[in-house]
């Protein structure tokens, strides 16, 4: 799932507000950092309006927060940030981008970092609500429970304010249609219409909210688009956060069986906001995606397996117990057995890894066969070195490969071997002590023994 803009819209400005103190998260991290579905908070909410198509994208952030402006420009690296020196409420963190805004724009998209399951496609129905000519365009949505959220006060079609909770009556605490804290304004007048905000209110902050008051009294129109609140919410600490988490995982469930991949207990699978697999994948029970993992057409992911940075060509199967690191590549109809570990390493097309083996820092050949417990030992604590295995070789079980080493096309290596040096295509290496019998000395051990009482071991 990730972001294809919808359709470009030249002349929005998309402002993102990310300085919030996320005191409630009781974290080293800043809250708008926090991560959902394998991405941060932010990277969700920039991907989103990039998705929706903005022209340009600026980000507000709290003083000293450059973890968070580095983390804006990983996921958009054309961003302007600005920062608000002190946090006096929603308006004035938007006021804190002023030069972007005097640059001068369509239509401005604001919205909320800590606001991560939106979708590109309400951000561009928000924005073309102005396209019927009203001023400002809120998005709302439904609350089961509105208590804290501003509440949207309308007459007909027409938005006619926003009350905080805070400073609302008894008869609009009842109101249930609340502000989900998204909105779009027309680009010309925004400027204008938020310098005119105040903050007499209970909290003494300048509310972006009362951007809708003010642009009535100007004789614009407010209107309001409306959202599930699965869409909406908003994390403002970890019981939501995990909220976030739990309703994100079950869009890209759904997206996935949607897609064509046969998901056996959906509620077991944990997906990556970019997890992307194929037609007739099958995913057994307990698996879980980490970031950037692909999966092609018929695949199957056995059950218990971990997957991160990895590709699984179509047809190959995998688990179950395994872990792919980043960096494997699984090739086409290759087979990845239970207790194996893949990190940097191609595994080719038809290749069977079956049991209980570490493949780092390795290239294997087509229909290559890697016996039980085979290691490839890549690292002497200071670098790392590769191991390359021909097409259709064959590496006997329980064989330590040190690295730098290359094994033949078609070569055997016997089962025990620790191998040092390379070996030649269709060549046996066996490297390990020879076998020795001595006949009936056991017989003569115990003879020797006879009558002595045994030691308990
Ligand atoms: C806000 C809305 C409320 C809405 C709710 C939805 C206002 C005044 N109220 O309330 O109507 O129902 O969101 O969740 O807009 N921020 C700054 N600088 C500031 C203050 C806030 O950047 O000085 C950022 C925060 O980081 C956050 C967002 O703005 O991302 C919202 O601020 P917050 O204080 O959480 O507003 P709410 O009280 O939740
Ligand atoms: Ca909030």
Known sequence: MTATPI????GCLALVLAAGEGTRM??????????????????????????????RVAVVVGPDRDDVSAEAKRAVPAVQVFVQSQRLGTAHAVLAASAAL????EDLLIVFADTPLVRPQTYAALLDALKSGAGVAVLGFEA??????????????????????KDASEDEHKVTLCNAGLMAVRGRDALGWLKRIGNTNAQKEFYLTDIVAVAREAGSQAVVVLAPEDEVMGVNDRVQLAAAEAALQARLREHAMREGATLIAPQTIFFSHDTQLGRD????PGVVFGPGVRVGDGAVIHAYSHLLGAEVESGASVGPFARLRPGARIGKGAKIGNFVEIKSAEIGEGAAVSHLTYLGDASIGARANIGAGTITCNYDGFDKFRTTIGAGAFIGSNSALVAPVTIGDGAYVGSGSVITKDVAPDALAVARGRQMEKADWAKTFRKSHEGKPKKRP
């Open 144 to 165: 089961r429970d509105p208590t804290g959220y501003g509440r949207l006060l309308k007459r007909g079609e027409d938005l006619l304010a926003i009350r905080e909770h």
């Open 102 to 105: 005097e640059a001068g724009c």
């Open 7 to 10: 359709s470009p819209r030249p």
């Open 281 to 284: 994948v099958v995913v057994e």
């Open 26 to 55: 009781k974290s080293a991290r800043p809250k708008v950092l926090h991560e959902v579905a394998g991405r941060s908070m932010l990277a969700h909410v920039l991907a989103g309006v990039t998705g929706a198509g903005a022209e």
